[in-house]
């Protein structure tokens, strides 16, 4: 194991044997192993601790073994305690991910500030089976295919060589104590799922199969380098560079094949989701003037160019739809609206400021679509029971002309949600059973030459 250990360091070129490497601990049976193996192997090495306070009483048995771990290898121990669930509530995102975006916060903080070049984490080969089919499930593109990268940035993973069964018997062989996290015993997340309750039925079917899966993998890797190699060639070709962002000349773009596979490489990196990627291919061939967001990128769609400018800098007063992404938070153009993800609570009682819209996020489709109203279109105000032409809530609600000409409404999967500043649609309301909305409120009232 160790021979293995230092051969795939080398082969992956994942640091030198003087460089000083922070390693990732959580007291489980992989990153002992891995802190086994460097101090086997001589390496200079200190050690981190997350405490997530996420299992009481068994969290802070964790860190003081790992505490005591770094005291019988003699080097230096790091350690923080985080409130993991406050986090994701406050940043509306799940605990998992708090956890991630804590525990690297705060490792990136450690090697600023201490005598390490990098941070090793105990992921293994069956981590990577579990990643690939994780990501198959919900949905993934060739990179999600290939799983988790040996190194990323200032992130090394030295144990990607080693099966979780060859870990095991290494920890057997040399009788290292190891803590138990009871919280891995749970099929209730994703991951654990996948590992008890799949993976056992794919190893029945096919005994090799994740030897096989990870043959692939590295197939895939091969084939990523590949894609990686003609997508920059063709970017040469069909884009031009600006000091504050990208042209796309439709024209040359239109003779590739796979277009949104080659505007998904160039434009993910921005911020563009697959979804948003798809409206802009579809928009290709349509009239000029949409304009599609996301979080940090503004994309206009102007005759035979696809014209990329950071937020704030692209404007046309002929732009009569905004395709706005998931995760975008803010927007200037055309209204300046804010989008806010919500955790409730039992007691959640909805603000009834008419520029304020909460909407159900589980019934919300992305992008949403940020356009003028027009003939035809319907909705089911809030509180009512039956949809209704937009041009007769008009009517009813005495709009004037000017009024009229100046709505904006916003469109999901083809359903308005909310004609902005003045109603929701039904259809989207919050009830007993949300469980997270989505809060968009107008932050100004426009002037009437928008």
Request: hydrophobic fraction near 40%; charge should be positive.
């Amino acid at each position: 194991m160790l021979n293995a250990f230092l051969r795939y360091i080398r082969k992956e070129s994942l640091f030198s044997p003087h460089q000083p490497i922070l390693l990732a601990v959580s007291g489980g049976i992989d990153s002992v192993v891995m802190t086994a193996l460097f101090h086997r192997a001589g390496f200079h090495f200190g050690i981190a601790h997350c405490n997530f306070t996420l299992r009481g009483e068994e969290s802070n048995r964790d860190e003081r073994f790992v505490e005591q771990l770094a005291a019988g290898y003699k080097v230096p121990f790091y350690s923080r305690t985080f409130p993991t669930e406050h986090y994701a509530r406050e940043h509306h995102l799940s605990v998992q991910m708090a956890a991630r975006e804590l525990r690297y916060r705060w490792f990136n903080e450690l090697l600023d500030s201490q005598d390490f070049n990098l941070v090793a984490t105990a992921h293994h080969l069956d981590d990577q089976v579990e990643t690939l089919l994780i990501n198959l499930t919900r949905g993934t593109g060739l990179d999600g295919l290939q799983g988790i990268s040996s190194k990323q940035g200032r992130v090394i993973r030295p144990l990607m060589f080693a099966t979780r069964t060859r870990i095991e018997q290494y920890q057997q062989d040399y009788n290292l104590p190891f803590c138990v996290d009871s919280s891995n015993l749970s099929v209730k997340y994703t991951r654990n799922k996948i590992r008890h309750e799949v993976l056992p039925v794919l190893d029945s079917i096919n005994p090799d199969f994740r030897n096989g899966l990870i043959l692939t993998i590295e197939r895939l890797k091969e084939a990523g380098l590949i894609v990686r190699e003609q997508v920059h060639t063709k970017r040469d070709t069909v884009c031009s560079e600006n000091p504050d962002g990208l042209t796309i000349h439709i024209p040359r773009l239109l003779k590739l094949s796979a277009v949104n596979t080659y505007l998904y490489e160039w434009l993910s990196p921005m911020g563009f989701n697959y979804p948003t990627i798809k409206r802009i291919s579809e928009s290709l061939t349509g009239i000029s003037g949409k304009i599609f967001l996301s979080q940090t990128w503004c994309l206009l769609r102007d005759r035979d160019k696809l014209i990329l400018r950071p937020v704030g800098s692209v404007t046309s007063p002929a732009v009569s739809e905004y395709d706005i992404d998931a995760d975008v938070a803010r927007i200037e153009q055309p209204l300046p609206l804010s989008f806010e993800r919500i955790g409730l609570s039992g007691d959640f009682t909805p603000d009834k400021n008419p520029r304020i819209a909460f909407l159900d996020l589980a019934m919300i489709r992305f992008p949403l679509i940020l356009r003028r109203w027009k003939k035809g279109d319907s909705f089911k105000p809030f509180g009512m029971k039956h949809t209704k032409k937009l041009s007769d809530f008009f009517i009813d609600e005495k709009f004037s002309v000017l009024e009229k000409e100046n709505v904006w409404i916003l469109e999901s999967d083809g359903k308005i949600v909310w004609l902005v500043g003045h109603r929701p649609d039904d259809r989207f309301r919050i009830t007993d059973r949300t469980t997270q909305a989505l809060r968009i409120q107008w932050l100004d009232i426009p002037s009437t030459g928008l």
